[in-house]
């Protein structure tokens, strides 16, 4: 508890992308951080309308201080490109953020613990406040159930828009932002056949975008 009264009370002040970054570097709370090589931010355009939030960097990602830059990472790019969304679009329209639950990657690739997502609730919900996207893209069981407040798991909560009601008081936004939880790419990669539900989720995501275009 004291714990996450820190990573509120750091999160509370960051005001900007940059200030966050560093508040997240510098915080101590979290053990992952002396097992990690980089800081995984995140990637993309901040003006995006969607933001796509997974587990937690993986081996590529912390070597490359970047999100989703290894194999999950280049299937994510390609269900993307599917809708005509790109990581490097400069158009908000095109474009897409992308960040982690974890800005950190778990030792060995395990699963980020409660007391871990717990401390890092509040980076995220800032995260989220100050980019203020219109979508919310949840990849895996971990983005999703800790960003929605679930108890369900993935497969139950997959290709269902949800609202994003922001758990700390740091996380309030003037948008309602919509979330749309489907399977992590990883998953995919051990579960192939699992692909139809994700490109049936991306159709919806395409679909919702045109609807609210401005
Ligand atoms: N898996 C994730 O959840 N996030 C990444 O950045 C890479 C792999």
């Given at each position: 508890a004291k714990l996450r009264a820190e990573s509120e009370s750091l999160a509370r002040e960051s005001d900007s992308l940059d200030k966050l970054q560093k508040s997240i570097a510098e915080f101590d709370g979290l053990s992952i951080k002396k097992t990690a090589t980089n800081l995984v931010f995140a990637d993309g355009?901040?003006?995006?309308r969607v933001m796509i939030i997974g587990e937690a960097p993986g081996a590529d990602e912390d070597r490359q201080g970047?999100?989703?830059?290894g194999k999950s990472g280049q299937l994510l790019d390609k269900i993307l490109f599917y809708i005509?969304?790109?990581?490097?679009?400069?158009?908000p329209e095109k474009a897409v953020y992308i960040s982690n639950i974890l800005n950190w990657r778990p030792p060995g690739n395990r699963t980020p613990t409660t007391a871990e997502i717990e401390i890092a609730l509040p980076f995220i919900e800032k995260h989220i406040a100050l980019i203020q996207p219109e979508i919310l893209v949840l990849c895996g069981g971990i983005s999703a159930k800790t960003l929605l407040n679930e108890t369900r798991g993935i497969t139950k909560l997959r290709g269902q828009w949800a609202q994003y009601n922001p758990?700390?008081?740091?996380?309030?936004?003037?948008n309602q932002t919509q979330a749309l939880p489907t399977f992590h790419p990883s998953f995919l990669l051990r579960n192939?056949?699992?692909?139809k539900s994700v490109w049936q989720d991306v159709l919806s995501l395409q679909k919702r975008l045109e609807q609210s275009k401005a």
């Open positions: 355009n901040p003006k995006a970047l999100p989703f830059v005509g969304l790109d990581r490097q679009a400069e158009d758990q700390t008081e740091i996380g309030v936004e003037k192939p056949a699992q692909k």
